[in-house]
T-cell receptor, first 111, second 112 residues
Framework: SQQGEEDPQALSIQEGENATMNCSYK?????LQWYRQNSGRGLVHLIL?????REKHSGRLRVTLDTSKKSSSLLITASRAADTASYFC???????????FGAGTRLFVKA | AAGVIQSPRHLIKEKRETATLKCYPI?????VYWYQQGPGQDPQFLIS???????DKGSIPDRFSAQQFSDYHSELNMSSLELGDSALYFC???????????FGPGTRLLVL
């Protein structure tokens, strides 16, 4: 990966449980975004958090950002089988357009 | 709502051939990004355009070139194709500075 690590690489949970995915990055960023991708399909934007924000919520999603540690986490609460997908974080370098994706976490939610 | 359109959706080429991928951004979006995604890998940033000018460049091979036209659509031209170019190619668009990017469905390129 151009960026850093996402962990875990794979996560298998039961429906109703929470799923937490972590992402680390290397550069100074403008914002950090989380995307979801179903196998072989396009990426769907989930949430964007700016470098001056620490936490953001959207429905069952909660994202945190720690710029001092260059890390972010995505929490999906009360997971559903339909949440099964790969989740990627992406950062945009400060002052630029270059977007760097993390390696992704494959989430499998068992019904 | 209108989404990002990519064509073709699937493309099969022979080694050393050329390919042209097209991307039509969401109406009023002025920024286009191109990504390459190999099997089981994360998307790799290739190049971006803002207001018809190249705005940033990533790991795009010299064999590839791209441009954004006056109607904001973009084309990725790939020459001297290699087996390793087989991948999903995504285009995304956004409005202005790098904000939320909206991805197209991708073009699956297979080089034989």
């Amino acid at each position: 990966s151009q960026q850093g690590e996402e962990d875990p690489q794979a996560l298998s949970i039961q429906e109703g449980e929470n799923a937490t995915m972590n992402c680390s990055y290397k550069t100074s960023i403008n914002n950090l975004q989380w995307y979801r991708q179903n196998s072989g399909r396009g990426l769907v934007h989930l949430i964007l958090i700016r470098s001056n924000e620490r936490e953001k919520h959207s429905g069952r999603l909660r994202v945190t950002l720690d710029t001092s540690k260059k890390s972010s986490s995505l929490l999906i609460t009360a997971s559903r089988a339909a949440d099964t997908a790969s989740y990627f974080c992406a950062t945009v370098n400060t002052g630029g357009f270059k977007t760097i994706f993390g390696a992704g976490t494959r989430l499998f939610v068992k019904a | 709502a209108a989404g990002v359109i990519q064509s073709p959706r699937h493309l099969i080429k022979e080694k050393r051939e050329t390919a042209t991928l097209k991307c039509y951004p969401i109406p009023r979006h002025d920024t286009v990004y191109w990504y390459q995604q190999g099997p089981g890998q994360d998307p790799q940033f290739l190049i971006s355009f803002y207001e018809k000018m190249q705005s940033d460049k990533g790991s795009i091979p010299d064999r590839f070139s791209a441009q954004q036209f006056s109607d904001y659509h973009s084309e990725l031209n790939m020459s001297s194709l290699e087996l390793g170019d087989s991948a999903l190619y995504f285009c995304a668009s956004s409005l202005g500075l790098p904000e939320t990017q909206y991805f197209g469905p991708g073009t699956r390129l297979l080089v034989l």
